[in-house]
């Protein structure tokens, strides 16, 4: 859609979201004097896209309705990053490590290490841990093997864990363990495991075939044998015989990935002399919080989807920051997982929602905490029309409570554009610190 002018500007799809609202926090806050800066990295996960069809050739973060991001891109700093460095692949394990202040390009390292570290598993040099996907593969008649669901319907966390159990039990061996995670995101610690295999993330072959990965030779193939080994006890455990007789995918397979040794970051407090917490659902983002020095905030009800509990997330945030925290990085998996699963419908709610109940909120509460700052930012693209992570620069803001920047149109990507651009997003943390 576009003004008399030409200008293109905002439609609001959501015909429930007609005004904008301004809550408080969920619980009375007094004022708190003399507080030094406080600062907050806010990430909406995957929300960066291309135009669409669908939206009259407008990007999901265009159309949809986020006055709270666009005020602070209107009196913030507006501009694009990279979060990908050319030696990396694309993903939230390189993209949320560099808004961490983490120059990913420095640095070896898997999302398996990452995730272990979130759930405090202890590994040894030798050892290599993988990220162990609970997946959905669909078996054709000719025989291809199809990736249908890589988080298998989202399957709770409680069903997982019954799986990952007996995953241990049996294929499990000494060397070799299987530990339970949230929902479909699991570990798997493999002593002097085949740390070189070139594994492939699940999400990236989503309605794709996958025989030349469960095939292939050299150092993969062990890593698929033991893919190929979970089929019989999955297909026939209790838990997945529920699922499909409620109608819901089956975990039928793990699918191991995303390996390597345990890395070592410097911390915040080594870098910046700052207290840090992380507020997220996501182990990965968990791991990469726990190994660079910050305190891990669990909240009741975050699930890393639409269903995730905002109002806990922005509490706990405020809640860490009230308590001595300089910094809190506050984490929404939602919109990366409606990008996966290639939902239009889902990515509009992920971001009307965290405009909504995340952004609008917080910088409510924000005002009775005193002065602070922001770093406003999605950490990838995940287009729905790939369904999987791109490389593009990344439309961010930076947020100063006390004075006006340079401001832009609103946040989205080509608004973004017309903003400063900072080739790598590590640098971006202390170039808010140094405001």
Same mark, same amino acid.
């Given at each position: 859609?576009?003004?008399?002018?030409?200008?293109?500007?905002?439609?609001?799809?959501?015909?429930? @979201?007609?005004?904008?609202?301004?809550?408080?926090?969920?619980?009375?806050?007094? $004022?708190?004097?003399?507080?030094?800066?406080?600062?907050?990295?806010?990430?909406?996960?995957?929300?960066?896209?291309?135009?669409?069809?669908?939206?009259?050739?407008?990007?999901?973060?265009?159309?949809?309705?986020?006055?709270?991001?666009?005020?602070?891109?209107?009196?913030?700093?507006?501009?694009?990053?990279?979060?990908?460095?050319?030696?990396?692949?694309?993903?939230?394990?390189?993209?949320?490590?560099?808004?961490?202040?983490?120059?990913?390009?420095?640095?070896?390292?898997?999302?398996?290490?990452? #995730?272990?570290?979130?759930?405090?598993?202890?590994?040894?040099? #030798?050892?290599?841990?993988?990220?162990?996907?609970?997946?959905?593969?669909?078996?054709?008649?000719?025989?291809? /093997?199809?990736?249908?669901?890589?988080?298998?319907?989202?399957?709770?966390?409680? @069903?997982?864990?019954?799986?990952?159990?007996?995953?241990?039990?049996?294929?499990?061996?000494?060397?070799?363990?299987?530990?339970?995670?949230?929902?479909?995101?699991? $570990?798997?610690?493999?002593?002097?495991?085949?740390?070189?295999?070139?594994?492939?993330?699940?999400?990236?072959?989503?309605?794709?075939?996958?025989?030349?990965?469960?095939?292939?030779?050299?150092?993969?193939?062990?890593?698929?044998?033991?893919?190929?080994?979970?089929?019989?006890?999955?297909?026939?455990?209790?838990?997945?015989?529920?699922?499909?007789?409620?109608?819901?995918?089956?975990?039928?397979?793990?699918?191991?990935?995303?390996?390597?040794?345990?890395?070592?970051?410097?911390?915040? @407090?080594?870098?910046?002399?700052?207290?840090?917490?992380?507020?997220?659902? /996501?182990?990965?983002?968990?791991?990469?919080?726990?190994?660079?020095?910050?305190?891990? $905030?669990?909240?009741?009800?975050?699930?890393?989807?639409?269903?995730?509990?905002?109002?806990?997330?922005?509490?706990?945030?405020?809640?860490?920051?009230?308590?001595?925290?300089?910094?809190?990085?506050?984490?929404?998996?939602?919109?990366?997982?409606?990008?996966?699963?290639?939902?239009?419908?889902?990515?509009?709610?992920?971001?009307?929602?965290?405009?909504?109940?995340?952004?609008?909120?917080?910088?409510?509460?924000?005002?009775?905490?005193?002065?602070?700052?922001?770093?406003?930012?999605?950490?990838?693209?995940?287009?729905?029309?790939?369904?999987?992570?791109?490389?593009?620069? $990344?439309?961010?803001?930076?947020?100063?409570?006390?004075?006006?920047?340079?401001?832009?149109?609103?946040?989205?990507?080509?608004?973004?554009?017309?903003?400063?651009?900072?080739?790598?997003?590590?640098?971006?943390?202390?170039?808010?610190?140094?405001?």
């Amino acid at each position: 859609m576009t003004s008399d002018a030409g200008q293109t500007v905002r439609r609001w799809p959501l015909a429930e @979201q007609t005004e904008i609202q301004h809550p408080e926090t969920t619980s009375a806050r007094p $004022v708190i004097p003399g507080l030094l800066m406080k600062y907050i990295i806010l990430i909406g996960d995957g929300m960066g896209d291309y135009p669409i069809a669908d939206l009259d050739g407008l990007t999901p973060l265009q159309a949809a309705f986020t006055p709270h991001m666009d005020r602070m891109a209107q009196k913030g700093l507006l501009g694009l990053t990279h979060t990908i460095p050319e030696n990396r692949q694309a993903g939230s394990d390189t993209a949320n490590m560099a808004f961490m202040g983490i120059n990913p390009a420095a640095y070896i390292y898997g999302r398996g290490p990452l #995730e272990a570290a979130a759930m405090n598993i202890d590994l040894r040099a #030798e050892d290599i841990a993988f990220r162990c996907n609970l997946v959905q593969l669909v078996h054709k008649p000719n025989g291809q /093997v199809f990736m249908h669901d890589y988080a298998a319907g989202h399957i709770a966390s409680d @069903q997982a864990a019954e799986l990952i159990k007996d995953l241990q039990t049996g294929l499990g061996r000494p060397g070799l363990a299987f530990y339970s995670g949230v929902s479909f995101r699991h $570990v798997a610690v493999w002593h002097n495991g085949p740390a070189e295999a070139s594994t492939v993330p699940p999400h990236d072959r989503t309605e794709q075939p996958v025989n030349d990965i469960l095939h292939a030779a050299g150092s993969l193939a062990p890593v698929m044998d033991l893919v190929k080994r979970s089929w019989a006890l999955l297909s026939a455990h209790p838990v997945n015989k529920a699922r499909i007789a409620a109608g819901q995918a089956p975990a039928n397979s793990i699918w191991l990935w995303g390996q390597s040794p345990p890395p070592a970051f410097p911390t915040i @407090q080594d870098r910046y002399g700052l207290d840090g917490a992380v507020v997220t659902a /996501v182990d990965l983002i968990r791991g990469i919080g726990r190994m660079t020095g910050f305190k891990i $905030v669990d909240v009741p009800g975050a699930t890393g989807y639409v269903d995730t509990n905002y109002a806990g997330k922005v509490e706990a945030t405020l809640d860490s920051l009230a308590e001595g925290n300089d910094l809190v990085y506050l984490h929404v998996e939602a919109p990366d997982e409606a990008s996966h699963a290639g939902r239009l419908d889902l990515k509009m709610r992920a971001i009307n929602d965290f405009d909504a109940q995340v952004v609008g909120p917080l910088l409510a509460g924000l005002k009775k905490l005193g002065a602070h700052r922001l770093l406003l930012a999605t950490d990838h693209f995940t287009p729905l029309s790939t369904r999987t992570h791109a490389r593009d620069a $990344v439309p961010f803001v930076l947020w100063d409570s006390e004075r006006t920047l340079s401001g832009g149109q609103g946040y989205w990507e080509q608004a973004a554009a017309g903003g400063i651009y900072v080739p790598h997003a590590h640098l971006l943390l202390d170039r808010m610190i140094k405001l």
